[in-house]
């Protein structure tokens, strides 16, 4: 009897370590190889009597997952506002960006995931009224964390919130003091969500 508990107990430890290691293989709901692209997409338009805000973003990304747990990538960025207050000329601002991203990974389920993103960014800023023009660029790094949920195989609903990260921006130089900003922050008002899809 107790040879017969013991073959019954051995069939049972190997059946549900062979389950968990099966689990564990599929929790990533990523993998190596795999690609994905997220992105942001925007449009405000705001206005106070005379005085109207028009702005329009487009923010796409683009990640290759060079291991289960590991994803690179590149992201660009265009921001357009243009402000009207019915007396002076317009003014209009244009932001473009180029940037790289890394994330790590980890996911306790199959469709669920935490990650960690560092990412560095380099922005050249464009400002125009009438006649006159300024150009400026800055540079930025930051991590933040955020969480991925896989709605099926290929989409998934991501959200990060929070912020450690370092900007600093030229101000057209030609001898000009630079802006230098540091922000460390983890409030929920700065939540950010979005959709991703892998293939």
Known sequence: MKKLLLSALAVCAFTFSNAQETETTESNGVAKGDMMISGAFGFDSESTGDLKENSFTIAPRFAYFVSDNISVGAKIGYTSTKKDDGVADDIKTNALSLGAFARYYCSPTTKFSLFAELGADFTSYKWEQG??????????????????????????????????????????GNGADSTDKFELGLDTRDLTIGFAYKF
């Open 131 to 172: 006649s006159a023009d300024a150009d400026s660029s800055g540079f930025g790094l930051g991590v933040a964390p955020g969480v991925s949920y896989f709605l099926s195989d290929a989409f998934a609903i991501e959200a990060s919130w929070g912020l450690l990260g370092y900007n600093t921006n030229d101000n057209g």
